[in-house]
Nanobody, 111 residues
Framework: VQLVESGGGLVQPGGSLRLSCAAS????????MRWYRQPPGKEREWVAS????????NYKPSVMGRFTISRDNAKNTVYLEMNSLKPEDTAVYSC?????WGKGTLVTVSS
């Protein structure tokens, strides 16, 4: 199983980024997917989840209305669209399914 995140970077407050997580080595369309983040010096926290068919999504309250999780089962990829970014969104963002984790991609929100 491999999960490879991409799309992180430096963005100004109020800006947007779209993260991608490319999955391989398992039946992607059969499993729910999750995004987590780990802010500097803090514990990892759950951000968003999506069911295997993409029909049901859930969000951490502090990102609801700003972040959108989606997936393309034909491309074995899950996305996290992040808008209205705030400095407190700065973190390493990782995708997860079952017991597997990607290495993460760093998002820095700063002016």
């Amino acid at each position: 199983v491999q999960l490879v995140e991409s799309g992180g970077g430096l963005v100004q407050p109020g800006g947007s980024l779209r993260l991608s997580c490319a999955a391989s080595g398992f039946a992607f369309r059969s499993y729910g997917m999750r995004w987590y983040r780990q802010p500097p010096g803090k514990e990892r926290e759950w951000v968003a989840s999506i069911t295997s068919d993409g029909e049901i999504t859930n969000y951490k309250p502090s990102v609801m209305g700003r972040f959108t999780i989606s997936r393309d089962n034909a491309k074995n990829t899950v996305y996290l669209e992040m808008n209205s970014l705030k400095p407190e969104d700065t973190a390493v963002y990782s995708c997860n399914t079952q017991t597997y984790w990607g290495k993460g991609t760093l998002v820095t929100v700063s002016s």
